[in-house]
Nanobody
C-alpha cells in the first residue's frame, strides 16, 4: 500500500509563495508519473502540474510561469512551488502517483492515477 502525505498547506496573502511537499512511502523512481491537483467546490479536481520519471513537466495555464514541480528520488518526495500567489490558487492540493500511465500531462487529467494523498488546504487572501 503506497502512502502519499502532503504538507505545507497554509493561509497566505496574494503575492506570496507556496511550497508543498508530498512524501511517498514508496520509492518515487518507480512512478512513471507524479502530479499535483487542486480541488475547489467550483472547479472540482484540476491538474496543476505533472512530472515524469525522466523529469518532463507540464503545467496548467493558471500556474504557467509561476509554478515549479520536481521530485527528489533520494528523499522519495514530490514538491510544488508557486510564486506570486493569487486568490484563485486557493483550494485543497493533493498529490498523485502512478507506475504505469499512457500520458503524464495536465491535459490527461486525473484518470489512471492509482495512488493519492489526503490533500493539504491552501487559502490565498487578497
Amino acid at each position: 500500500q503506497v502512502e502519499l502525505v502532503e504538507s505545507g498547506g497554509e493561509s497566505v496573502q496574494a503575492g506570496g509563495t507556496l511550497r508543498l511537499t508530498c512524501a511517498s512511502s514508496e520509492d518515487t523512481y518507480k512512478f512513471f508519473c507524479m502530479a499535483w491537483f487542486r480541488e475547489t467546490p467550483e472547479m472540482g479536481r484540476v491538474a496543476i502540474a505533472t512530472v515524469t520519471s525522466d523529469g518532463f513537466t507540464t503545467y496548467a495555464d493558471s500556474v504557467k510561469d509561476r509554478g515549479a514541480i520536481w521530485k527528489d528520488n533520494a528523499k522519495n518526495t514530490l514538491y510544488l512551488k508557486i510564486d506570486n500567489l493569487k486568490p484563485e490558487d486557493t483550494g485543497v492540493y493533493t498529490c498523485a502517483a502512478e507506475e504505469v500511465r499512457a500520458r503524464c500531462t495536465v491535459r490527461a487529467g486525473s484518470a489512471g492515477f492509482g495512488h493519492w494523498g489526503q490533500g493539504t488546504q491552501v487559502a490565498v487572501s487578497s
